[in-house]
T-cell receptor, first 114, second 115 residues
């Protein structure tokens, strides 16, 4: 059981380049999330998917798009990267049937935009 | 609007002493409350949660947290700190009445346990 996996672990982009962050979970969870973590700001929700086939904006969606490819996979795309998107990105999943919906996190992707 | 406050950026405690990491919240309804821990260069790991019932919740690694509805607080505690407890701790809240899956995280408190 790998839990939540993310690729890549590290990435350096130039301003204007695009990339997709991949996330997969093997816990058969319905809900998946993308967060960014910045110093002094905690975790902020970018997008989430309550179930396969649905996605919703979080607190900071501008500059990002997401795809819930299937129940296992939830990708985050930066179409035109900006230095303000330099951050650590975390994917998480949770089981909606579970009381309280505990989230389980991936190891993160450290992204630098030059 | 929902919010979570962790008033201390850093907490220092001597090994063997009790520790407290503070969290207060603001939600319109009844909350689900969580504590997560993050070790360097790792993702967040679940420690404990409050759903309903007993106000004292016990979690992993000897941690516990007390839900106080009147003070809207959910402070994390441990009777005897270990050096290995040094990490970044996050409080999070979800409003169960909202029907959304949005979690609000605090800004984190860095715990340093000194040998």
């Amino acid at each position: 059981n790998a839990g939540v996996t993310q690729t890549p672990k590290f990435q350096v982009l130039k301003t204007g380049q695009s990339m997709t962050l991949q996330c997969a979970q093997d816990m058969n969870h319905n809900s998946m999330y993308w967060y960014r973590q910045d110093p002094g700001m905690g975790l902020r929700l970018i997008y989430y998917s309550a179930s396969e086939g649905t996605t919703d904006k979080g607190e900071v969606p501008n500059g990002y798009n997401v795809s819930r490819l299937n129940k296992r996979e939830f990708s985050l795309r930066l179409e035109s990267a900006a230095p303000s998107q330099t951050s650590v990105y975390f994917c998480a999943s949770s089981e909606t049937g579970q009381e309280g919906h505990t989230q389980y996190f991936g190891p993160g992707t450290r992204l630098t935009v030059l | 609007a929902q919010s979570v406050a962790q008033p201390e950026d850093q907490v220092n405690v001597a090994e063997g002493n009790p520790l407290t990491v503070k969290c207060t919240y603001s939600v319109s309804g009844n909350p689900y409350l969580f504590w997560y821990v993050q070790y360097p260069n790792r993702g967040l790991q679940f420690l404990l949660k409050y759903i309903t019932g007993d106000n004292l919740v016990k979690g992993s690694y000897g941690f516990e947290a007390e839900f106080n509805k009147s003070q809207t607080s959910f402070h994390l505690k441990k009777p005897s700190a270990l050096v290995s407890d040094s990490a970044l701790y996050f409080c999070a809240v979800r409003d169960r009445a909202s029907g959304t899956y949005k979690y609000i995280f605090g800004t984190g408190t860095r715990l340093k346990v000194l040998a």
